[in-house]
């Protein structure tokens, strides 16, 4: 089993940063993947950021040029670092890992960005 706990969200205004912490219960060494989601009521639960074991970083469009997706295997802890947030950024964002045929999610983290 994997726990793993998201922090950093909060309510920013459009333009400003935030950076999202997921520290997860193991060494993540050896986890083949791990993102970021994020979901808005209503919808589906989309991909924001995804970071491979060896490191290959993968954005949605929308966050493109924006977002910045990162791993310390040594503190187990995945970062997405978000700058030139807008409105549409809004939503609960979620950590997830994937890890010998299992996937793992946290808790999420709202994040709110005012116009």
């Known amino acids: 089993q994997v726990q793993l706990v998201e922090s950093g969200g909060g309510l920013v205004q459009a333009g400003g940063s935030l950076r999202l912490s997921c520290a997860a219960s193991?060494?993540?060494?050896?986890?083949?993947?791990m993102g970021w989601y994020r979901q808005v009521p209503g919808k589906q639960r989309e991909l924001v950021a995804t970071i491979t074991r060896n490191g290959r970083t993968d954005y949605a469009d929308s966050v493109q040029g924006r977002f910045t997706i990162s791993r310390d295997n040594a503190k187990n802890t995945v970062y997405l670092q978000m700058n030139s947030l807008k409105p549409e950024d809004t939503g609960i964002y979620y950590c997830?890992?994937?890890?010998?045929?299992?996937?793992?999610w946290g808790q999420g983290t709202q994040v709110s960005v005012s116009s």
């Open positions: 193991r060494n993540i060494f050896n986890f083949n993947v």
């Open positions: 997830e890992a994937d890890h010998i045929g299992s996937t793992y």
